[in-house]
């Protein structure tokens, strides 16, 4: 039956094309993806432009604490028997190199600061990580994009005041060799995703905790003892320097300034970039695993 097969397919085809199309998932391409998450550093640059001021009193204050480390690093020299040749080294550091890296360690430190697990804490307190996690983006993603904008305008307004201020100070050294100047500030670009991922998965904890600032006050007061900011790891025992080749602290302002002073020539300099650059990728991922196991945890309540 030939004209009963041409009017059942006939049928058919008549009803495909009055069905509805099927909606396809939602997508974003690569470039509005990079164009989004830019907007983020745009805008977190912005916000900290309007509260510029304040940063001014931080050249005072980090200006305070690197005189403090510069007369007790001077007097501990004074105290030390110089060697043979009449030099006095601590830690493989002159008292210039000791100076030199107290100093470069802060300097880095006002580039790469932020408060990430402390604003993901107050989300996840205040119910906000809700509304968060319905917008079309990944909240991590946002937020380190927010810290890479905040640093920017830390170089701009916080960082050159500071070494403005410093260098004449305290007669600072620079490196022999100028590209060092490049690599430190490379090294010290990995060293702020490094301590941004780090931030957000102290910050995770808040989904399990509920109230972290035990934890953020405990990581206030390590931090810039284990990333060496306060001291160098040469003056820690052997057993504390093997113990940190395996933690992702040394990235974070250790590996940069020790890069500054010439302390890793050849091959060691692509070798501390390197481990830089796998901690930051590391972190990153883990970051991402961690947070998508803690978000299933989010309780709302109210209306």
Not at 69 to 97: K, R
Not at 184 to 193: K, R
């Amino acid at each position: 039956m030939p004209g009963a097969g041409t009017t059942v397919t006939g049928g058919i085809e008549a009803a495909a094309a009055s069905a509805p199309e099927r909606l396809l998932p939602w997508g974003r391409s690569l470039p509005a993806t990079w164009g989004l998450y830019l907007s983020f550093v745009r805008l977190s640059f912005l916000k900290f432009l309007a509260y510029r001021l304040r940063y001014y009193t931080g050249v005072i204050s980090y200006t305070i604490f690197i005189s403090g480390h510069y007369y007790i690093y001077t007097a501990l020299f004074a105290s030390s028997a110089p060697a043979a040749d009449g030099t006095v080294s601590i830690g493989g550091l002159s008292l210039p190199e000791m100076i030199t890296y107290v100093a470069v360690s802060w300097i880095g430190r006002s580039f790469y600061f932020n408060n990430i697990a402390r604003e993901l804490s107050r989300m996840v307190t205040e119910g906000e990580i809700a509304m968060q996690l319905i917008k079309p983006f990944h909240l991590q993603t946002v937020m380190l994009s927010e810290a890479v904008g905040e640093s920017c305008f830390r170089l701009m307004m916080f960082t050159l005041p500071i070494v403005v201020v410093i260098v004449p100070l305290f007669h600072l050294r620079g490196p022999a060799d100028p590209a060092l100047y490049l690599w430190t500030f490379l090294s010290f670009c990995l060293a702020l995703v490094i301590y941004s991922q780090w931030n957000f998965l102290v910050g995770c904890l808040a989904f399990y905790l509920k109230n972290i600032q035990g934890v953020l006050r405990a990581q206030m007061v390590s931090m810039d003892f284990l990333t060496g900011v306060l001291i160098p790891f040469t003056l820690f025992p052997h057993w504390f320097q093997t113990a940190v080749q395996w933690l992702p602290f040394q990235g974070i302002s250790y590996i940069p300034v020790t890069i500054f002073l010439g302390k890793r020539p050849g091959n060691e300099l692509y070798h501390a970039l390197g481990l830089q650059l796998f901690w930051a990728a590391f972190l990153f991922i883990l970051a991402r695993l961690v947070f998508r196991v803690a978000v299933r945890r989010v309780i709302a309540q109210g209306g």
